[in-house]
T-cell receptor
């Protein structure tokens, strides 16, 4: 069975600081990995995805994530936080194309001025 | 840009009533999904639908739930007799079959409140 663990339900950073949101996964097959963002009262928007190509994946809004098989991790980073990055971030895993997504608990990111 | 649309955005219903949540997936997509998010909890998979039939469902998706694609554009989730614990945000998602496009696109959600 697949699972996702996001360490830290709340992360607070200052504007301009590095953002690091942690995600570890468990999968018995090569995974598809995703990060979604949810702004208040909105749906889930894809930030980036890993599908067995390059291990460093670049997404929208300056975010990137690195797939590390040895650590079963897919942490999300952004060099410099912006106030508009404040949102809830979800890591998700799927075991095949078309398969269901298994989500982590989510991490709420706050950005202080 | 094509998007998944869900209606209504908010539905309030009395316990025991039937509700139908509606979704219009992206037009050339063939995989359809329903997820739910109870307030303060993670997003949970309910059901996936492909080729006019359910391809997978979770333990949550019991006999009270059903899905239907009544025409070429809509995808609906019906809850036959709502319970208080069905109160949640329900998300519809769709995905294409193109091997390059492996991500699901989500709608804005329907907030269901059962009173």
């Amino acid at each position: 069975a697949q699972s996702v663990t996001q360490l830290g339900s709340h992360v607070s950073v200052s504007e301009g600081a590095l953002v690091l949101l942690r995600c570890n996964y468990s999968s018995s097959v090569p995974p598809y990995l995703f990060w979604y963002v949810q702004y208040p009262n909105q749906g889930l928007q894809l930030l980036l995805k890993y599908t067995s190509a390059a291990t460093l994946v670049k997404g929208i809004n300056g975010f990137e994530a690195e797939f590390k098989k040895s650590e079963t991790s897919f942490h999300l980073t952004k060099p410099s936080a912006h106030m508009s990055d404040a949102a809830e971030y979800f890591c998700a895993v799927s075991d095949h194309q078309g398969g269901k997504l298994i989500f982590g608990q989510g991490t709420e990111l706050s950005v202080k001025p | 840009e094509p998007e998944v649309t869900q209606t209504p955005s908010h539905q309030v219903t009395q316990m025991g009533q039937e509700v139908i949540l509606r979704c219009v997936p992206i037009s050339n997509h063939l995989y359809f999904y329903w997820y739910r998010q109870i307030l303060g909890q993670k997003v949970e998979f309910l059901v996936s639908f492909y080729n006019n039939e359910i391809s997978e469902k979770s333990e949550i998706f019991d006999d009270q739930f059903s899905v239907e694609r009544p025409d070429g554009s809509n995808f609906t989730l019906k809850i036959r007799s709502t319970k208080l614990e069905d109160s949640a945000m329900y998300f519809c998602a769709s995905k294409g079959t193109d091997s390059m496009n492996t991500e699901a696109f989500f709608g804005q959600g329907t907030r269901l409140t059962v009173v």
